[in-house]
């Protein structure tokens, strides 16, 4: 007889099926009765085990159990073996740590019974032990990393990672690690700065699964802080210089300048740099800009934008000069003006008559005296301001005159 300890590797037994729901048993007492059944347990088997009888009176065997701990007296028959032979039988899909009780009967033809046997009280291991050891690096950019110790069962062929976010009860299957042997799980494209908890479940070959790992937690980087103290100039020419507080987050990398020509126009990137100011070179007068700018890490997480863009704007030219004299002397014609702009260090006058056009440059004073002029010609002038980055402004109204015939 081979001993109990095969029955674990019977999974298939000839001549066996699952009966329909069973009639009241027909007991035949002089059918020969099955002596001892004996019993080995797994977590979701029990194997059984006897000694066959192989009287010609008996056609097979009648397998009965119930649930110890449920027992009203009764038991179910849960298998029909039609084969006198057979000596073996596996019951299987049954509940962890669960106790169980078994009879045998023989049968004949007629599907008369035998006596049963004496109960064979048996329980059903309990599931695998829960993942030993687990562990969540925490602070990583984007991700968490999780690394557990690998089962010790050698049933194990898989592990179940599962997630769940603070605030919620409810636990979420994210991935299946394949392989006993396998320990490391990245958990990638996740918010920054946000925490997270896992658990693993170990899984057998066979579908068991494990009571869920301790719980583990942890937190993914966060984003550097936003740049602070961000200026501008509005008093250059041609160009517009920013500049910030250096940050005093120790990760930092490089900085990101993005700019756009309107308020809430589209920002484009246009320059990285691990310096706190940058010049932005216009080639327009009175123009503005309007920035944004952000710190890198080396990881390349980037902070949050200013909550408002900054505006800066290129020097813009000096206002016209307003003529206020206008007159002649006979043989000469004065003109004066004011500075408008208070920047003007020079300025040009332009004379219009219908002999042509003349540009007097780099007068200094407020006046200015034309010795070169004709009676009863008319003449217009027009005064610019020249300011000392050489900004030229829009020309002053138009002052006409015409020295009369003596």
Known sequence: MLTISTIALIFLVSGCKSPNTPQTPVVDP???????????SDITEIGLEWSPIYDLKVEGYYIYRAEADNNTGSLDRVASINDRYVSHYVDTKLLPQTNYIYRIS????????????????????????????????????NRIKIIWRPHPSERVSSYIIERNDFGSTKWEQIAVVNGKLSAEYIDAKLKDGKSYRYRIIAKTYDGLVSAPSQIIEAQTKPLPPTVKNLRSTRDLPKKIVISWD???????????????????????????TKSTTYEDVVQEDGASRHYYVTVVDKDGLESPRQNVSLTGVTLDVPSAPAVNVVRHDGRSIMIGWRDTSARAVKYQVVRTSKNGILTYTNITDNTFVDRDVTQEVEYSYEVVAVDINGLVSKPSEKALIAIPKN
């Open 30 to 40: 002089a059918m020969p009765k099955i002596a001892e059944l004996k019993t080995l």
């Open 106 to 141: 023989t049968f004949n033809k007629d599907k008369q019974e035998s006596e049963p046997s004496a109960p064979a009280r048996v329980s059903t291991k309990t599931t695998i032990e829960f993942v030993p050891f687990a562990q969540a690096m925490t602070n990583l950019p």
């Open 246 to 272: 250096a940050s005093s987050y120790p990760e930092v990398d490089y900085y990101n300048i993005y700019r756009a020509g309107k308020v809430n126009f589209f920002y484009s990137h246009i320059v990285k």
